[in-house]
Each structure stands twice: as C-alpha cells, then as structure tokens.
C-alpha cells in the first residue's frame, strides 16, 4: 500500500522562495506518517561540543554518532550520544561529557551516565553497540580523535573502560568500528576506519586545497596524510577476550585512504561477512570476504568510483535490498555539489550505479550529507530512505553559492525502486534545519514503527517520534545467538509475504559512525502474517519458521524458535 502525496504545491513554493508562511493555503497537504521533533519535550537536550563555531580545523567538523542499545535488558531502547571537544581542551570538570539516557517507558528519558560510570571525556566521533565477551550484555565501543575507548557492561547498571587491557584503545583518528565474525570461529572481530594522521600545527604548502568555490576554508582532507585501517581479531575466551591487531593476517591493503564508515555485510549471498567502507575524497573500498582473507574489489564491481568514474567525498553508508531481489544494495551520501551515489546489486558480483534513475542523485545535490539508512517508516513493505544533513563550512552562509551550513534532513518514499522526497508531508519534524551528523534508527516506543535519533553538531538532537507508521502491520524480531555471538551478530533474515521478500541482517555499526536498534523492522504493509522466516545464523545454520503473526515482538533463538513474543494489543 502505498500514501498518496501531493508535491505541486511544495514544488511551487520552494522554486518562488516563498517562506513558510506564505501562500498558506498553497501547503501541502500532509498524508502518511508524520515526525514530530520531542527532544526539548522529553528533556533530551544534550549539547554536543565540537571545536569552536568558525570551524578551523577538520577535527572540528565530524563528530559524531548516536547509538540506541538496551543496556539495561528492560526491554526498550536507550540512547547513547558521543560528545566531542576542542583543540586548547576545557577547564577541568567543564569538559563535555557523552550521555546515556535510560528510557524509562512512555516517553520518559533519564541521563544516567556518570552513574553508569559511561560519561566519556574526550573528543569523540563514532559509537558501536557489541557484545564483545558473549556474556549477553550490551557493550559500547567509542572511536576517537584520542585514544578509544571499550565500555564494558558488567550488568549492574555500571560500565568499565576496557580498552587499554584488550588492546583497543587506538589513539589516532578513529571514525567507525563494524563488528562481525570475520574469520568463522565464531566470536566478534571488528574493523576499525581511521581517518588522517592530524597536526593542528602543520600548514600546507599548497594552499589550493584551502578554497572551496572562492571560500576559504580549512585545509583537509586532501593534502594530509591518510591513517591506515585496521582489524582487530578477536582472542576469544581463551584469550582473555583481547584483540590483536591482524591486519595483515587477514590480508588487507594498506590504502590509507580517509575512512569514514563502514558496514559489514553479504553482498555477494556467499555465507560470510564483507566490508563496505565509505572514504572522503578517495575510492571506497568493497573487501570481499574470501574464506577469512580478503580482496578489494570495488574496482571491478563498479563500487569504487561514481557512474563517470570520479572518486567522491564518501561520508555515510546504507545497505538494504531496495529493489527486494534478495541482494544487499549500497548508498553512500556525499559531499556538497555532488549527488550521493546509490550502487544497486545486480546480483551476479557487480554494482549499477542507479543514482539518477532512482531520483536520489537529483536530490542530494546542493546538500552534504552524513548518516543514512534505509527503514520502512510507513510499514508498507519496501526500503524507504532517510538521510542526514548539514555543511562542514560556516562560511557557506556569507556566500550565494546554493546551499547553507544549517540544512534539512531527507526523507524518500520508496515507489517500486523510485524514491520520492516526502519531507515537506512528513510533519515539522523534517522541518528543522540543523547541521546533522550520525543518526540512529530504533522503535523508542514499542509501537510498531521506527523512530530516528539524530545528532547536530554544537547542537541538541533531533529524536524524531514516528506518529501513524503503525497504521500498517509490522514484525519485529530480535535475534538471540549462542556461542561466542550472543547478539547474530551477521545473521541474516528473510520474510517472504505472498510471493514477495524482505532482507534483513543483524548489525554492529550502521549509517555514519553510529548504531540502530538491532531488533529487525520489517513492515508487512495490510498483511496480517509473515508467510515464512527464512533465518541464517552467523555460522551459517539455516532455519524456516512459518505463519508469524504481525504486530508482535518475537524474540528468536537457534533451534529453538520463537522463545518469547509481546502482541500489540492496541486498538
């Protein structure tokens, strides 16, 4: 089912310039779902710090991400939001610190993080949720300009900073950390972008690379150094649960592009885990997972490059199966004045660049965008799109060159594999205009449909409440692994509903350096039921379950199905 909209009229005023208050009669009318910003309203208001407001130095204009983690295993979803800092640093006690605010139910959030022994100082940058010792408990990774840092949950309500003692407490610049089984013996490996090796005192000796269109601005990333990606292999149990640096083990190249995100996944339906990494101002990089070694090979499948063959400002990075054909298509935003990059899997090994038949290139053109993901925010059973915005460049506002520092953040209507841009019909939360970073999908209040937290830099968050996307049927399902992999991590999930398929795969790290729900959303549009469930365990076990009825939590565990459910009771 798909919701009628009405664009002429939002057309019409965004190309005479006229301003929300004008031509009221003229307004779109809104249809759909609609987003309501209830940050200030649920007392969410979080600064976070990220350098000084002129924007210097690139440090300044990156940070940060968002996570959403049930820490507390009471069955709701918690939110994590990194903080960052500034190169002369802050008074002591006056630093800004991160934040986890518990969700007490119904909207009630409570910052609890020096409590929790989790209010990291420090410039941060990306946040990823992982259970890192199979003990089944919630961890939180923190990559950083600085020395990283390992959140321990001993399950009390408390974390520890474990870093330092396994060995992950890399003090370059950090941006992601994805998680997964990379090797096959079962625990949580985990591969780590880094971005430039910074010195705030060098000065370039060309200074081309500081003007952008007749703007001087500050230098980076090209011209600096890049730093060198690593991936950390688990020990395991018996190994204390440290990490060793096995890079090389594992036989990736030293590019030292500047990594930004990254994403774990299957691309290529063969059983094992690849990594996608999103690079500033350099090719993207696709390894693809060759029986625990592995080979980049975004250049021969037309992932590396854009459609003429240019490198692009990689930021953010999506997977989903838009076109629903059972493979996992890419999306990567991008810098200004440049489109964001859409790479459909044909599913024979290679990518087309489907930017522009899709409609997403058109649309990301004068905006910079960062986090991404693709959601089902109507529940009706396609890959939808959302994507962060906002400049890196303050000055952009002193010039007429067709964009701004603060921006609106994107939302697209899939309509059979054409992505319409909703947001002038999606409520006054798609309204405000923001300098956005990371983001975070999860359902903040089991409803039935996906919520979005979002991250603005020297700024409070935007938490997005979703009014009317259960209006359709939904599932959600939360995997329970065994072993050394508690979460499934990698696991992948198929639903098949009258003859048609969604994919689904269990993450640890999502969209711009940051973490969604890992309960997996599906929309199941007016059907009252999923046909099958069509299950791959991290250690590639298969499993079927059949007739799931919608509207319910299920959580599922191997071999054993279905172990709880909670229905929507809701009238």
């Known amino acids: 089912m798909k919701f009628l909209r009405l664009y002429q009229c939002a057309l019409t005023l965004f190309f005479l310039g006229c301003s929300p208050s004008e031509n009221k009669l003229n307004k779109p009318t809104p249809s759909g779902p609609q987003f309501y910003d209830v940050a200030t309203e649920i007392g969410i208001v979080h600064k976070m710090v990220s350098g000084t407001p002129e924007k210097e130095h690139i440090v300044e204009c990156n940070t940060g991400g968002a996570a959403l983690l049930d820490y507390d295993e009471d069955g709701d979803m918690d939110i994590f939001l990194v903080n960052g800092s500034r190169l002369q640093g802050f008074p002591a006690g006056e630093e800004p610190r991160a934040a986890l605010f518990r969700n007490d139910g119904d909207w009630n959030f409570v910052n609890v993080a020096m409590d929790a022994g989790i209010a990291h100082i420090g410039w941060g940058m990306g946040v990823t ?55 096959g ?260 209040d089991n409803d039935g449909d996906i919520d979005v937290v979002i991250v603005n830099i020297d700024d409070t968050p935007t938490i997005l409440r979703n009014d009317g996307g259960n209006d359709l049927n939904w599932l959600q399902v939360r995997l329970l692994g065994d072993g050394d992999n508690r979460q499934a991590v990698g696991a992948r999930v198929l639903a098949y509903m009258e003859g048609k398929i969604q994919l689904r795969e269990v993450r640890s790290g999502t969209g711009y350096i940051s973490q969604d729900d890992m309960r997996l959303h599906f929309g199941l549009a007016q059907n009252n039921r999923v046909d099958s469930l069509v299950i791959r365990w991290p250690d590639g076990r298969r499993e079927r379950l059949e007739n799931i009825a919608a509207n319910q939590f299920v959580s599922i565990a191997p071999e054993k199905g279905v172990i709880e459910s909670s229905i929507d009771d809701r009238p």
Request: a negative charge; hydrophobic letters at 30%; charged letters at 25%.
């Open 185 to 444: 013996d079962g625990d949580l490996d985990f591969y780590l972008t880094n971005y430039i090796d910074f010195d705030p005192e060098y000065v370039p000796a060309d200074m081309s690379f500081c003007n952008w269109r007749g703007i001087n601005v500050f230098y980076g990333p090209r011209g600096m150094p890049g730093e060198t990606d690593i991936l950390f292999r688990n020990e395991g149990r018996h190994g204390g649960w440290r990490f060793t640096d096995a890079t090389q083990d594992f036989g990736l190249e030293d590019h030292d592009y500047y990594g930004f995100a990254a994403l774990a996944g299957d691309y290529d339906n063969d059983g094992d885990l690849d990594i996608y990494i999103a690079n500033d101002s350099t090719p993207n990089t696709l390894y693809r997972n060759e029986g625990g070694r592995f080979r980049d090979v975004a250049l021969i499948t037309a992932s590396a490059y854009s459609e003429d063959g240019r490198e692009q400002g990689g930021m953010g990075l999506a997977t989903g199966d838009y076109d629903r054909d059972g493979d996992l298509d890419l999306f990567v935003t991008n810098f200004s004045h440049d489109n964001n990059t859409l790479y459909q899997n044909n599913g024979r090994g290679f990518f087309n660049d489907a930017s522009f038949t899709t409609s997403l290139g058109k649309e990301s053109i004068t905006y910079l965008g960062w986090g991404t993901g693709f959601f089902d925010y109507d529940n009706d059973g396609d890959d939808d799109l959302f994507v962060a915005n906002g400049h890196v460049y303050p000055a952009v506002d002193q010039h007429d060159i067709g964009t701004t520092y603060a921006q609106d953040n994107q939302i697209f209507e899939n309509t059979d594999g054409v992505f319409e841009n909703v947001g002038r019909v999606s409520g006054p939360g798609f309204q405000v205009k923001k300098s956005s970073r990371g983001h975070a999908f999860g359902d903040l």
């Open 129 to 183: 949720v992982v259970d890192y010792n199979a003990d089944g408990l919630s961890d939180v990774y923190l990559s950083n300009y600085g020395p990283n840092a390992l959140y321990r949950n001993n399950g009390d309500g408390t974390f520890n900073d474990v870093a330092e003692d396994l060995g992950v407490d890399y003090a370059g610049w950090s941006s992601a950390a994805t998680f997964g089984d990379y090797d």
